[in-house]
């Protein structure tokens, strides 16, 4: 089950949810995305549709896409039912003016990094490695509370998830205006909300694994490394979300950890 907030009303959904609402619907023809439910596949619109109650002209893809693979939900394409690439965004360009790894002045609220988006990627990975969502925040309305939230077996993860800085405004209102700040130096102060947060998180709740999940970019990982001996002696740990989709983990003694699927295993890279 999951649970979530649209809209400013909240949620619950099960996948029994999304399978017993479909029984009888006959499936509309994909145009971009659908989901596989059993040996059919549906419009991710027309399943959330069914599934919630919310009328598809409140909602957009994402939010049902992120729902719906949270559930475990095969996503998959209109070219022949194909399964889906994750998150399939533009590869961000640099120009001679940016600093490497950051995004130049094109990015938008497009681009792979952002928050909503790097949270979308880890529940997708988290769904097919066998974790169950238990909840997590609608970001994009800025929803409070623990971003992520997931369970497998005895094991819990609290999970505090942040994008990294682009050069225009998410507000529709400023496109096209470019942000006075740079990048790199929003990118600490977000840096230092994420640990307050998850120190926050292993306060309240103790029993989970407090985790900073950030996508992999150059200043992160230079911020990281100022501070990764403290976050280990507070038991919190920092996933990496690549471009691609896959999680990493980064153990100070060790070096960095790719997180195996379903088993679990740790691969070094």
Not at 54 to 71: E, N
Not at 117 to 131: F, I, K
């Amino acid at each position: 089950m999951i649970q979530f907030t649209l809209n400013g009303a909240r949620y619950e959904l099960t996948a029994e949810d999304v399978r017993r609402r479909l029984r009888d619907a006959s499936p509309e023809p994909i145009q971009q995305y659908g989901i596989r439910v059993g040996s059919s596949a549906y419009p991710v619109k027309q399943a959330f549709e069914a599934a919630t109650g919310i009328p598809r002209s409140a909602f957009t893809t994402q939010p049902a896409r992120r729902h719906l693979a949270a559930l475990g939900f095969e996503l998959v394409s209109n070219a022949h039912q194909r399964p889906a690439a994750v998150m399939p965004e533009p590869r961000v360009r640099r120009s001679d003016l940016q600093a490497p790894g950051e995004p130049g002045p094109s990015s938008s609220t497009a681009d792979w990094h952002t928050e909503a988006q790097v949270q979308a990627m880890l529940v997708e990975y988290l769904v097919h490695d066998g974790w169950q969502i238990v909840s997590q925040a609608d970001t994009a309305r800025r929803e409070r509370g623990i971003d992520i939230v997931a369970a497998r077996k005895a094991d819990t993860v609290a999970i505090e998830v942040k994008g990294f800085p682009g050069r225009g405004y998410a507000d529709p209102r400023r496109k096209g205006e470019r942000k006075r700040a740079q990048p790199s130096t929003q990118a600490k102060g977000w840096y230092g909300r994420a640990v307050l947060a998850a120190m926050l998180t292993r306060t309240r709740m103790p029993q989970a694994r407090s985790v900073i999940a950030l996508p992999d970019f150059p200043r992160y990982r230079d911020l990281f490394r100022e501070t990764a001996e403290w976050l280990q002696r507070c038991s919190i740990e920092l996933w990496w979300v690549s471009k691609d989709g896959d999680v990493m983990r980064d153990n100070p003694r060790h070096g960095r950890f790719k997180i195996g699927l379903v088993s679990g295993v740790a691969v070094p890279v």
